[in-house]
């Protein structure tokens, strides 16, 4: 039997490390000159996302010309959280927030804090509101833009391959508490994908693209 194949997305609608090629070919179809890569195991495709593209542009597949887009899914519900992350490098200063999404007030926002990547910053973003949420007794769901966040959430477990140093160490207490808190609550909130190629930036959005 074929081994199973795991897909890095650096370019594409939404970039982010997909667990099969149905969830990789949604990201890369109509978008002239999307990167992605095949790669056989789910840590080395992680490893390859966090170090950039720029280290496998020798052997990164183009699509030189769109598919035909997929058609419109429909309307998020403003009245929900919104969470994001932001990273100044890879790795780099690392913050997150979430926010209400049908006004942007700002209901929580960590950080900066030293060498960490923006899938750690996505996956304790989401941790938080689940937390928070629940903590508040809010029956109001929860938008992230990353799919390896919100596999990360549903699997109990950040799957980052970044070094743990003196400078981070902050950020991997906050993962342990994350990871910790999956492991030991329950939670009816309802965990949506914000789908940026439909609707735009999330609304927790830092802006630095």
């Known amino acids: 039997m074929a081994k199973r194949k795991h897909y890095v997305v650096w370019k594409g609608k939404n970039p982010g490390v997909y667990d099969n090629w149905d969830d ?3 990201q890369v179809e109509g978008e ?12 080395e495709a992680v490893e390859a996302f966090e170090k950039g593209y720029e280290n496998y542009q020798s052997t ?23 969470v994001d992350a932001a990273c100044s490098g ?7 927030r979430g926010v209400y999404a ?16 923006n899938n750690i910053g996505e996956f304790l973003a989401l941790v938080h509101g689940l937390a928070l949420l629940k903590q508040k007794g809010s029956d109001l769901p929860i938008y992230s833009d990353s ?18 140093t003196i400078a981070n160490e902050p950020i991997f207490d906050l993962i342990a508490r994350a990871e910790k808190w999956l492991n030991e609550n329950t939670y009816v909130t309802s965990i ?4 940026t190629a439909e609707w735009g930036e999330i609304p927790a959005d830092f802006g630095r693209k």
């Open 60 to 82: 990164i597949p183009t699509i030189p010309t769109p598919f035909k887009q997929k058609a419109s899914i429909g309307s998020p519900d403003l009245n929900s959280l919104a």
């Open 147 to 164: 799919r390896n966040a919100i596999g990360w959430v549903k699997n109990k477990k950040c799957k980052t391959l970044l070094t743990r």
């Open 90 to 96: 890879n790795p780099g200063n690392m913050e997150y």
């Open 192 to 195: 949506r994908k914000w789908e």
């Open 32 to 43: 002239t000159g999307a990167k992605y890569k095949a790669f056989t195991s789910w840590e």
């Open 24 to 26: 990789c070919k949604a």
């Open 102 to 117: 049908a006004t942007g007030e700002e209901i929580f926002h960590i950080g900066p804090l030293k060498e960490g990547t």
